[in-house]
């Protein structure tokens, strides 16, 4: 991890690795564009991640714990080569609870770097969030 001014950041290879699923994004925003429901942009990413040759898990499910035991069930949008979650949303603006979502699901996972994508957004640069657990 690299020291940030407040906050830790992502080693080398785990920004490259997100910057490679945002250049994914991007070229399926291009091909489709904005106004589609989120279940066809998850499967176009997952198209375009497989033809990338970048590995995923898609729709994993994993177990929520509460001190120790479990309580529950998540389900994540994309785990990108174990390592990187990847929330997709297709809303009119990203709201705070989006963050928060992908916080708690990077907290569940013990994992640093989850992108939040909003594919609804007219360019797709404004609709990309980086999320850092620190």
């Known amino acids: ?8 950041e992502p080693d080398r290879r785990l920004d490259e690795l997100a910057d490679q699923v945002i250049g994914a994004a991007l070229e399926v925003h291009k091909v ?3 106004g589609y429901l989120e279940t066809v942009y998850e499967e176009a990413l997952c198209q375009e991640l ?5 590995t995923f898990a898609r729709q994993p499910e994993f177990t ?7 309580v529950g069930q998540g389900r994540l949008d994309l785990l990108v080569e174990e390592s990187l979650i ?12 989006h963050h928060a979502q992908v916080i708690s ?9 989850g992108l939040l994508i909003n594919f609804n957004a007219p360019l797709l640069k404004h609709g990309i ?3 850092i657990l620190s």
């Open 64 to 70: 929520l714990t509460y001190k120790g035991q479990p």
């Open 32 to 34: 489709i564009g904005p």
């Open 129 to 131: 969030r980086r999320v």
């Open 1 to 8: 991890m690299r020291q940030g001014k407040d906050f830790l």
């Open 86 to 97: 990847v929330e997709l949303k297709a809303v009119d603006a990203l709201a705070a609870i």
């Open 50 to 54: 497989s033809l990338r040759s970048i």
């Open 105 to 113: 699901y990077l907290r569940a996972l013990h994992l640093k770097l």
